[in-house]
């Protein structure tokens, strides 16, 4: 596929509004928080319910978008199968439909964290997750070189940088709560529009047809 470079460019000038709006909420939910709720570290706990509004606030706001790269995926391998059953673009639809889902079975059965307590190092479940992740990337690297992939580096930057902060167990508090938990919300943030934006164009190319 031929790179479009206003769909690019039209792709980052989104993203860009996207995280500064998201930021621009978080810190008034920090904020909020701070003076009037539990405490930030509540934002970021997974909790079995909850005291109040603001408790595991943003970890269930990052497992929701979790949950939308997944559904986009395969909806949009659902419809392009119909309109274009040969297009070469359906299977990396569909295992990005694949991957984005089992990050997010990963997330919502903490399965990291069963294999931990079975004895499974953390390291070792990590390796495997990057090794899916470089197949993935191999396989499709043509596909992924002519969408906006900036935005997917970016998210998976920020993802492995909390995933980082955890692995340093800095303790307890609002400065590691933050320092994990942020980056792992931007992650996703990025990583779900990402997929958005190249599922919608996609589904355009298949409905108006050149």
């Given amino acids: 596929m031929v790179t479009d470079i206003p769909y690019l460019m039209k792709a980052y000038r989104s ?5 500064s709006f998201s930021l621009f909420l978080v810190v008034g939910l920090i904020v909020y928080t701070k003076f009037f709720g539990s405490s930030v570290e509540e934002l970021f706990r997974h909790p079995p319910f909850a005291s109040s509004l603001d408790v595991g606030f943003l970890t269930n706001t990052f497992q929701i978008l979790c949950a939308v790269p997944p559904v986009v995926c395969a909806f949009t391998f659902g419809l392009n199968t119909t309109i274009r059953p040969r297009s070469q673009e359906n299977l990396f639809i569909l295992c990005s439909a694949f ?4 990050f997010l079975f990963n997330e919502i059965y903490r399965l990291h964290v069963v294999l931990a307590i ?23 690297k043509r596909r992924i ?19 980082t902060v955890d692995s340093l167990h800095l303790g307890s508090g609002a400065i590691s709560s933050l320092l994990e938990g942020l980056p792992k919300l931007f992650s996703e943030i990025n990583i779900a529009f990402y997929f958005w934006y190249v599922c919608y164009r996609e589904v355009m190319r298949s409905l108006n047809p050149l």
């Fill in 118 to 140: 079975a004895g499974v190092p953390k390291l070792a479940t990590i390796a495997v997750y990057a090794i899916i992740l470089l197949a993935y990337a191999f396989v499709f």
């Fill in 99 to 102: 991957l984005t889902g089992g």
């Fill in 15 to 19: 993203v860009v509004w996207l995280n």
């Fill in 145 to 163: 070189q002519s969408t906006p992939y900036l935005i997917l580096l970016i998210g998976l930057g920020l993802l492995f940088l909390g995933i």
